[in-house]
């Protein structure tokens, strides 16, 4: 946490606004961009949204050094002889294949690049699910439609919406890999479990 970018809780405030119309400005964009971006994201949208959380990733986490030793990778300093250069970029540069073979090709290598990919993945769809929000709080501006209270929102609301999240999660799990995420499996099941519950 640093405190020492505001000045005191008014400063906070007016920062924070900043910020909200950032993401509504964002919001505007993307769905302008891509009009289904909430419901049915494309390949492509999802990819380059996914390109820019990386880059803001690179921005905000240090390389880590390493030198290789016995088949181990050890930290070092950056101006170490030999010196591995370690982050973002270079964590991802490999795809979900080519990362899978180190498993069996070079544990060693396979572990350092687990750690940065698995916390690079959970940041990235920290923030999807982050722009996401947004874009439906637009649609619903838009649409003119308020937003329920959580204490009255009805249960075949949070079904519907449950789905929803689903089908758009399911599709950025695929963009990076996952191979337990099966968009046409999930979207049999939903439509397995609408015909009983009739969402």
Not at 13 to 38: G, N
Not at 89 to 118: C, V, W
């Amino acid at each position: 946490m640093n405190n020492q970018l505001f000045k005191s809780v008014k400063d906070a405030s007016y920062q924070s606004c900043i910020t909200s119309e950032k993401a509504r400005d964002t919001a505007s964009y993307i769905l302008d961009v891509e009009p289904s971006f909430v419901d049915n994201p494309s390949k492509e949208i999802l990819a380059q949204i996914k390109e820019g959380q990386i880059l803001r990733y690179g921005e905000t986490h240090e390389p880590k050094y390493y030198i290789i030793a016995d088949g181990n990778y050890v930290p070092c300093d950056a101006k170490a002889k030999g010196a591995i250069k370690v982050d973002a970029y270079y964590a991802m540069s490999y795809s979900s294949q080519q990362f899978g073979q180190f498993k069996n090709e070079d544990p060693a290598k396979h572990g350092i690049l687990k750690t940065i990919r698995d916390d690079i993945n959970k940041y990235c769809s920290n923030r999807t699910r982050d722009l996401t929000a947004s874009c439906r709080r637009l649609i619903a501006e838009r649409s003119g439609i308020k937003k329920e209270r959580s204490a009255t929102k009805s249960f075949a609301v949070f079904i519907t919406e449950m789905m929803d999240t689903a089908k758009t999660r399911v599709k950025t799990a695929q963009s990076r890999g996952d191979e337990t995420a099966d968009a046409k499996k999930l979207g049999d099941a939903i439509k397995a479990f609408e015909k009983v519950w009739k969402v």
